[in-house]
């Protein structure tokens, strides 16, 4: 029976890296987890036991302390951009680098009212992410959030929905939205102002869920990608994954009292997931 290996990749994954950078008054820090992923011509390994283009994993994982020791950059898609440039320049038998990177985000702590010149404190539950593609035919940059919860308690309906012999849930004209926004998007190029265009981007996302009339989760999605595709022209392309976090009315009619729209129940799972991409034509 004829067997080929339809597709190889093998790298590094959870490269943790806190970059500390020490000024005269101050120190800044840079903390991201770095996953490597490469493909290209390695058949042999995999059918021959053939390790003479298989670049070590460790190898990888030093790649990225030695050059982030050695270079200068400002924006996780730069770190990723040098880290896929140089493993693809350094070893021909790569037809592609992929490099996936997680940052965690870091505020100053302030004492007696002022920013503390080497104290840290995480500033967020999100994350901001990076995937860059560095090929022999191309470079593809997407940059994204996970994980940022936001809620609103009006201007979000349910309704009009399909209903058979299994349904329970009853249309709601006025009731608790919240989801915890993942998005990535793709860039037009590598010629963009990242930590502007992310920074822009996020607080669009933010706005947009919070103005929007919402007639379900599916409708905020569409408003949230169109706004974003309408304010940044460096973006082509939006994904979303909302998972819709449940708040439901609490029954306080066994204690006598009502619940006019107050009191709520905060429910994990199971969760609706609405996901959908918008890209321009």
């Not at 339809?6 to 800044?28: E, I, M, P, T």
């Not at 901001?128 to 919860?149: C, F, P, S, Y």
């Amino acid at each position: 029976m004829p067997i080929e290996l339809a597709l190889n990749r093998y790298g590094k994954s959870s490269v943790r890296l806190l970059k500390v950078l020490r000024h005269a008054d101050r120190h800044d820090i840079f903390e991201v987890t770095v996953d490597l992923a490469c493909t290209g011509d390695l058949a042999a390994a995999y059918t021959e036991g053939d390790n003479r283009q298989v670049l070590p994993t460790d190898t990888l994982k030093n790649t990225v302390y030695a050059l982030a020791r050695e270079r200068s950059f400002a924006e996780l898609e730069e770190f990723g951009l040098l880290l896929g440039r140089h493993l693809l320049a350094e070893n021909p038998q790569f037809h592609q680098v992929e490099v996936a990177l997680a940052a965690r985000p870091w505020s100053r702590v302030e004492v007696a009212g002022r920013p503390h010149p080497h104290a840290f404190m995480e500033s967020g539950a999100s994350r901001r992410r990076t995937l860059v593609q560095v090929g022999r035919e191309g470079i593809a940059v997407r940059a994204g959030i996970e994980d940022l919860l936001v809620l609103k308690t009006a201007d979000s309906a349910f309704e009009d929905f399909p209903r058979d012999r299994f349904t329970t849930l009853q249309p709601a004209r006025d009731r608790v939205l919240a989801t915890r926004i993942g998005a990535d998007w793709a860039y037009a190029g590598v010629e963009v102002e990242y930590g502007a265009a992310f920074s822009g981007v996020e607080r669009q996302l933010v706005e947009t869920f919070a103005a929007h009339d919402s007639r379900s989760l599916q409708h905020t999605l569409y408003a949230m990608g169109e706004a974003v595709l309408a304010a940044f022209p460096e973006v082509l392309e939006i994904h979303l994954r909302l998972p819709n976090q449940h708040y439901l009315l609490a029954n306080l009619a066994p204690f006598g009292l009502d619940n006019d729209n107050q009191i709520f129940v905060g429910t994990a799972e199971p969760y609706g997931l609405i996901e959908g991409t918008l890209r321009r034509t």
